[in-house]
């Protein structure tokens, strides 16, 4: 079945890079006009710190944003007691009497916050940069740009002969937002500049030339600063008791830094004021070209690792917001804009020492935002992170390991107060605090599966990197607990003679209400446990546990075919015919790896019957979920098909995701859907161009990520399979899959070879 190949070390050049040049030049977003809604603003960031910049003339607004300005304040959300009635919600479902069990369940069993609530708190917006240009209402050969490549918005406009151009960026070397406002003709630069703040009783002051704006968070105890300073090359600096005003200079440099009051989950005590001075002494007293030059090097020192080019044509030259309406393959270079620009956020709001990436990701200019951005982990949150190690962003993924480990704390008292087991669980939906317990409504807020998807990613880390340190130190102990709650939660059925065991009170998300047997819990819960025992047999520990779990993951309820052929979303019962926008139970096909075309062909037809009963509609995270769905089937065209959808019916004029309203979630799994066409990996097979679709006829893509520590890069022409390359970081040895041809790769650390 499988041939050998020989190996060899290519040096020199990447074969693959020619064009690459172009392609980097074509990644701008532009448009025409000024942002007059938030969602056609552009955003930047370093992480933690971040920004949407409307691009105005007369008058310019810089909203922004600081990952740890929460409402609340540091809470143990678990419900004390809600054991006592775990035995009861089992039987009223058992017995058909879901309709209690969901009024128990709201009375007895959800979280509990310092408001007498169940519910969580929410993200909020930090203030407002403002700038004012006397007379430059009525300009001319107005342009404002997103450059991913250097991560650097531009606004350009003419008045009077002048060409005036603003250049701002987020540094995550020097922690702050960094603009430069220039003109062409000496002295012809005026504005002035202020913050503003949402909050109420927040103090604006101004002195030499600095604002300072601090205050604390309504409805919460975070206090928060933000400094502006203003520096001008000629002309004159005033001061005024809350702005900077500029006249007659040449060119001006602002540097906007802020921070929060907060520590960590637990400890709010931190003072933003002397952080501020600390990032402002060294941002504001360095020369901008500096700050510029340091800011591209580490951006694209993780953004440059990955480029994809499948042609540009003419479509190019139209700006952004109008080409979404018409997209289609007489515009492939779009669809690369669109993958790049799911790594370019990633990279915004998700550094280390940063928070997760939440369901705007970074940005949010509303103090009572959708869902709170905060983090729903029945599906969105993970989609955040699905393109980070395939695309070359692994330490991006640190925020969320980060927030794992704190909730592997707070997860742990729910785990003993809400269903007496040992090790840590986590429902749909955590915020800075770390909650963990069930909130919102019983009817989707007891699911008891999000520590353990969440689990997921950090063995996902380990597969495509390697890394035995991050295995041991900071994975396994929290996959370890998570895999023991579920040996203490899972309860053998009680009415089939197969003795399986099943999970619940539980959901699928988000559809059915509180049940026993959903699908998407059997398929996570083996995951994890199957995972775990993986770990453990690197790290050489635990050997009791391994057959514990081996054992256990065994007997869960294996996927389930319906009478229409479909996959079944529940054990107990039958899936209704639907078009809703969760398709929970196809987990195993993505971004599980239990179920594929070629292994269980059968459980793959009833995902594509699925499919087929739920339609292509959808929000944007639904359409972007199935974009990944039909690239796990092959179905590469189907897989383009949803690309669509989500491009033309699903996207804001400045590329966010639409649910609608706005979730960043939509952006992301659009990126790992574009790489699953293009390239699939178990952990056993490497799959080249599994589903490839005929829009993306000709192309090249590099820096792409394997399971088993594997870089590859591919050239296609006409739909077909050029030059691919394979670079092994661990040594493994893998099976290389090009439509029917099979290869066994042997490849030392290190080394490089040709495939195919």
């Known amino acids: 079945?499988?041939?050998?190949?020989?190996?060899?070390?290519?040096?020199?050049?990447?074969?693959?890079?020619?064009?690459?040049?172009?392609?980097?030049?074509?990644?701008?977003?532009?448009?025409?006009?000024?942002?007059?809604?938030?969602?056609?603003?552009?955003?930047?960031?370093?992480?933690?710190?971040?920004?949407?910049?409307?691009?105005?003339?007369?008058?310019?607004?810089?909203?922004?944003?600081?990952?740890?300005?929460?409402?609340?304040?540091?809470?143990?959300?678990?419900?004390?007691?809600?054991?006592?009635?775990?035995?009861?919600?089992?039987?009223?479902?058992?017995?058909?009497?879901?309709?209690?069990?969901?009024?128990?369940?709201?009375?007895?069993?959800?979280?509990?916050?310092?408001?007498g609530?169940?519910?969580?708190?929410?993200?909020?917006?930090?203030?407002?940069?403002?700038?004012?240009?006397?007379?430059?209402?009525?300009?001319?050969?107005?342009?404002?740009?997103?450059?991913?490549?250097?991560?650097?918005?531009?606004?350009?406009?003419?008045?009077?002969?002048?060409?005036?151009?603003?250049?701002?960026?987020?540094?995550?070397?020097?922690?702050?937002?960094?603009?430069?406002?220039?003109?062409?003709?000496?002295?012809?630069?005026?504005?002035?500049?202020?913050?503003?703040?949402?909050?109420?009783?927040?103090?604006?002051?101004a002195q030499d030339d600095t604002v300072v704006m601090a205050g604390q968070v309504e409805n919460g105890k975070t206090r928060f600063e933000a400094r502006l300073k203003v520096a001008a090359?000629?002309?004159?600096?005033?001061?005024?008791?809350?702005?900077?005003?500029?006249?007659?200079?040449?060119?001006?440099?602002?540097?906007?830094?802020?921070?929060?009051?907060?520590?960590?989950?637990?400890?709010?005590?931190?003072?933003?004021?002397?952080?501020?001075?600390?990032?402002?002494?060294?941002?504001?007293?360095?020369?901008?070209?500096?700050?510029?030059?340091?800011?591209?090097?580490?951006?694209?020192?993780?953004?440059?690792?990955?480029?994809?080019d499948l042609g540009v044509t003419d479509k190019a030259k139209t700006a952004t917001d109008q080409r979404l309406k018409a997209f289609g393959p007489d515009d492939p270079q779009l669809a690369t804009l669109f993958f790049q620009y799911g790594r370019y956020l990633m990279i915004a709001c998700s550094r280390p020492g940063s928070q997760p990436s939440n369901l705007q990701g970074l940005w949010n200019d509303q103090?009572?935002?959708?869902?709170?951005?905060?983090?729903?982990?029945?599906?969105?949150?993970e989609m955040n992170y699905w393109p980070a190690e395939m695309t070359g962003l692994s330490e991006c993924h640190q925020p969320l390991f980060d927030a794992l480990k704190d909730l592997s704390v707070t997860g742990r008292n729910v785990a003993q107060e809400h269903y007496g087991a040992r090790g840590w669980v986590l429902h749909h939906n955590f915020d800075l605090w770390r909650a963990a317990a069930p909130i919102n409504n019983a009817n989707h807020g007891i699911w008891v599966t999000g520590g353990a998807w969440l689990s997921q990613h950090l063995w996902w880390h380990y597969a495509y990197t390697g890394d035995d340190t991050f295995l041991e130190q900071d994975a396994y102990p929290i996959m370890k607990d998570a895999a023991i709650f579920f040996l203490d939660y899972l309860i053998e059925d009680p009415k089939g003679e197969e003795k399986y065991l099943v999970s619940g009170p539980s959901n699928s998300p988000e559809r059915g209400g509180l049940v026993m047997g959903p699908t998407m819990d059997h398929q996570i819960i083996r995951n994890l446990l199957n995972n775990t025992t993986a770990a453990a047999k690197v790290l050489g520990v635990d050997k009791d546990l391994q057959k514990q779990w081996s054992d256990t993951a065994k007997r869960i309820v294996p996927n389930q075919v319906g009478s229409e052929g479909q996959l079944k979303e529940w054990f107990y019962k039958e899936e209704p015919k639907t078009g809703h926008r969760h398709v929970s139970h196809l987990w195993g096909l993505h971004p599980g790896l239990e179920i594929h075309p070629r292994t269980t062909p059968k459980l793959a037809e009833a995902c594509r019957v699925t499919l087929t009963f739920r339609g292509d509609g959808g929000t944007g995270w639904s359409k972007a979920w199935k974009i990944n769905f039909w690239a796990r089937l092959l179905d590469g065209n189907h897989s383009y098909k949803m690309l669509t959808?989500?491009?033309?019916?699903?996207?804001?004029?400045?590329?966010?995701?639409?649910?609608?309203?706005?979730?960043?979630?939509?952006?992301?799994?659009?990126?790992?859907?574009?790489?699953?066409?293009?390239?699939?990996?178990?952990?056993?097979?490497?799959?080249?161009?599994?589903?490839?679709?005929?829009?993306?006829?000709?192309?090249?893509?590099?820096?792409?990520?394997?399971?088993?520590?594997?870089?590859?890069?591919?050239?296609?022409?006409?739909?077909?399979?050029?030059?691919?390359?394979?670079?092994?970081?661990?040594?493994?040895?893998?099976?290389?899959?090009?439509?029917?041809?099979?290869?066994?790769l042997k490849l030392k650390k290190g080394m490089r070879t040709e495939v195919f």
């Open 1 to 115: 079945m499988s041939t050998m190949i020989a190996c060899g070390v290519l040096a020199g050049m990447n074969l693959l890079a020619a064009g690459i040049v172009k392609a980097e030049q074509d990644l701008k977003l532009w448009y025409e006009q000024p942002a007059e809604k938030w969602v056609e603003a552009l955003p930047i960031g370093n992480g933690g710190f971040g920004a949407m910049v409307f691009g105005g003339t007369a008058r310019e607004r810089i909203q922004f944003n600081d990952d740890t300005l929460f409402t609340g304040e540091p809470h143990d959300y678990a419900h004390q007691g809600a054991v006592t009635y775990l035995l009861e919600l089992r039987k009223l479902l058992y017995d058909g009497k879901q309709g209690e069990a969901h009024t128990l369940g709201n009375r007895e069993f959800m979280s509990v916050n310092t408001r």
């Open 117 to 205: 609530n169940n519910r969580q708190e929410a993200y909020q917006p930090f203030g407002d940069l403002n700038l004012a240009f006397a007379g430059h209402e009525t300009v001319t050969d107005y342009s404002r740009d997103l450059d991913l490549n250097e991560a650097t918005a531009t606004t350009r406009y003419t008045v009077d002969g002048v060409t005036y151009t603003r250049e701002i960026f987020a540094s995550y070397p020097d922690k702050a937002i960094v603009m430069q406002i220039t003109a062409d003709k000496p002295g012809k630069l005026s504005f002035s500049a202020g913050l503003s703040c949402p909050h109420k009783g927040a103090l604006i002051t």
């Open 233 to 308: 090359e000629g002309g004159k600096i005033a001061v005024t008791d809350n702005s900077v005003t500029v006249s007659g200079s040449d060119r001006a440099t602002l540097v906007l830094v802020g921070a929060t009051s907060y520590v960590n989950y637990r400890d709010i005590s931190a003072d933003p004021a002397k952080i501020c001075e600390a990032r402002m002494t060294q941002a504001g007293g360095t020369q901008y070209a500096t700050l510029r030059t340091a800011h591209i090097a580490d951006y694209q020192g993780l953004f440059q690792r990955c480029t994809l």
């Open 367 to 381: 103090m009572r935002p959708p869902w709170d951005s905060k983090y729903t982990i029945n599906i969105n949150t």
């Open 645 to 744: 959808e989500a491009l033309r019916g699903n996207t804001y004029p400045n590329l966010f995701d639409a649910h609608p309203p706005f979730q960043i979630d939509g952006n992301f799994g659009a990126t790992s859907g574009i790489a699953e066409m293009l390239l699939q990996s178990s952990g056993t097979e490497i799959e080249i161009l599994p589903a490839l679709p005929e829009a993306f006829a000709n192309g090249n893509v590099t820096g792409l990520r394997a399971r088993g520590g594997f870089v590859v890069d591919i050239e296609w022409r006409d739909g077909a399979l050029v030059k691919a390359e394979i670079e092994s970081l661990c040594g493994n040895d893998m099976e290389v899959r090009y439509g029917d041809k099979v290869i066994d």
